[in-house]
C-alpha cells in the first residue's frame, strides 16, 4: 500500500560463532570458516553429539561500563547488548528527549536464560534457598534482553519480546518494521539473541535425534542439502538490526545496507518439531512476503536460507521454494550459512538478516560451505563452497520453528 512508510537498514550488530563484530563475522563468513567445534562448557563425554557453534573470547566486560550489571542477565542478554552496541555504532543513531518515545525494541530469545537456570538449581540443591540471586528471575526472562537494551539507550517507544523457537530473530525484525511502517515508530532496534550451551540443551536436542554426530569432523558437520548431512549444530550468538524510516534515516545521512520491503508469517499446523514435509507452511510464508512487499517471484535473486542441514527439513524447504518459484528456482542463488554458524535457534533469523543485509549492500553472496554433493531433490543452486559477487536488486530469508511457526523477510538493494 502507498501510504505505508518506507522502512531501511541502517545498522547491523552480529556476535557469532565466527568472530565477535559485525565486519570480523561477515569477513570470516566469506573466507569460509567454520565456527564449530567440540563443545568446551562442560564435560561431553556421555553425549552423542559432542560438537557446537560457541561464541569464543567474549567478555560481557567490553560492553559494559558499570560492572554490577553484568550479573543482572544471562549470557544471552549479554550477546544481545554486544550486538546492539556494533548495530547502533554502526547507524549512528542517537536516541534523546526529543526522539525516545519514537524509538522501540523487539528483541527476542527462543529459550532464554537456560545456564542460569541450571547453575541456579545446582545452588539451590547445594547450599539452599536463601542463596538464590536476587537477579535470577530478571536475568533468564525472555524479554530482559529488549528491557535492558531500551534502559540502556533511553529508547521509549514499541517494546516487546517474541519467543518463537528459531523464528524468533525474523519475527522481532518483522514486527518492528510494521511499527515504523505503520507510524508507531520511526526507528526501532531488532533481533534475536541465543546462549543455551548447557547439558540440558545439547542433551534435549540430541534426544529428538536432531543433532548432527559427526564429531570427529566438527567443521563439517554442519551441510546443508549434502547427501551427508545428518541434523544441525547447536550455536550461540545475536544479530541486532538498527532499522529507520526511509525519510529521517536520509535525512540524517544515515548508512543504508537495504530496504526492507516485505514480511511474511504462517504456521505449518502439522507436528510440534518436524517440518511438513512438502513445506507447506515455507511456501505460504514466502508467498505472503512476496504479497506483502507486492512484488512477483521473478524478481528475487537469492534466499538465505532455514538451511538447517536436517535430512526432513532442507527438503521441505527445497520443495516450497520450487513451489513458489517455479522455473524461476532454478535461476535463483539459495545458500545457507548455518553452514558456516551452526544454527543459533531463536538469533539465527536476526543473524542471518544480518547476513542478507549485508549482502545486499557488498553485492556479495555467502556460500554453503561443506557442500560436496547434493542430496536426493537437492538440486537447486546452492552456491556451494565460495561465495559470489552478484547483481542482486532483491533477497528473502527464511527462518521455521518448531511448533511449525514461519517466518520470512524481503529486502531490496539500496542504490
Not at 148 to 157: D, L, P
Request: charged share 20%; proline share 5%; glycine share 12%.
Amino acid at each position: 500500500m502507498t501510504d505505508r512508510r518506507r522502512v531501511v537498514v541502517t545498522g547491523v550488530g552480529l556476535v557469532s560463532p565466527l568472530a565477535i563484530g559485525t565486519d570480523a563475522t561477515w569477513r570470516a563468513l566469506l573466507a569460509g570458516e567454520s565456527g564449530v567445534g567440540p563443545v568446551t562448557r562442560f564435560d561431553i563425554t556421555d553425549y552423542p553429539s559432542r560438537i557446537a557453534a560457541e561464541v569464543d573470547g567474549f567478555d560481557p566486560k567490553d560492553f559494559y561500563e558499570d560492572r554490577k550489571e553484568i550479573k543482572k542477565g544471562d549470557t544471552f542478554v549479554h550477546y544481545a547488548v554486544a550486538a546492539t552496541h556494533f548495530a547502533m555504532e554502526e547507524s549512528g543513531l542517537e536516541v534523546n528527549e526529543e526522539n525516545a518515545s519514537r524509538v522501540g525494541v523487539i528483541i527476542g530469545s527462543g529459550i532464554g536464560g537456560l545456564p542460569l537456570i541450571e547453575s541456579t538449581h545446582k545452588t539451590v540443591l547445594a547450599r539452599g534457598p536463601s542463596r538464590i540471586s536476587p537477579f535470577f528471575i530478571p536475568g533468564l526472562i525472555v524479554n530482559m534482553p529488549a528491557g535492558q537494551v531500551s534502559i540502556r539507550y533511553g529508547a521509549r517507544g514499541p517494546n516487546s519480546a517474541p519467543s518463537t523457537a528459531c523464528t524468533t530473530g525474523v519475527h522481532a525484525i518483522g514486527d518492528a518494521y510494521r511499527q515504523i511502517q505503520y507510524g508507531a515508530a520511526d526507528a526501532m532496534i531488532a533481533g534475536g539473541t541465543e546462549s543455551v550451551m548447557t547439558p540440558l540443551a545439547l542433551g534435549g536436542f540430541a534426544a529428538m535425534k536432531a543433532l548432527s554426530t559427526r564429531n570427529d569432523e566438527p567443521q563439517k558437520a554442519s551441510r546443508p542439502w549434502d547427501k551427508d548431512r545428518d541434523g544441525f549444530v547447536i550455536g550461540e550468538g545475536a544479530g541486532i538490526l538498527v532499522l529507520e524510516e526511509l525519510e529521517l534515516a536520509t535525512a540524517r545521512n544515515a548508512p543504508i545496507y537495504a530496504e526492507v520491503i516485505g514480511y511474511g508469517m504462517s504456521a505449518d499446523a502439522y507436528h510440534i518439531s518436524a517440518p511438513h514435509p512438502d513445506g507447506l507452511g515455507a511456501k505460504e510464508v514466502m508467498h505472503r512476503a512476496l504479497d506483502d512487499a507486492g512484488i512477483d517471484a521473478s524478481e528475487v535473486g537469492y534466499i538465505n536460507a532455514h538451511g538447517t542441514s536436517t535430512p526432513l527439513g532442507d527438503i521441505g524447504e527445497v520443495r516450497a521454494i520450487k513451489e513458489v518459484f517455479g522455473e524461476h528456482a532454478y535461476k535463483l542463488a539459495v545458500s545457507s550459512t548455518k553452514s558456516s554458524t551452526g544454527h543459533l535457534l531463536g538469533a539465527a533469523g536476526g543473524l542471518e538478516a544480518g547476513f542478507l543485509a549485508l549482502a545486499m549492500k557488498h553485492q556479495i553472496l555467502p556460500a554453503t560451505i561443506n557442500h560436496d554433493a547434493p542430496g536426493e531433490e537437492c538440486d537447486l543452486d546452492f552456491v556451494p563452497n565460495t561465495p559470489r559477487e552478484v547483481d542482486l536488486a532483491v533477497g528473502l530469508t527464511n527462518s521455521f520453528g518448531f511448533g511449525g511457526t514461519n517466518g520470512a523477510l524481503l529486502m531490496r538493494r539500496w542504490d
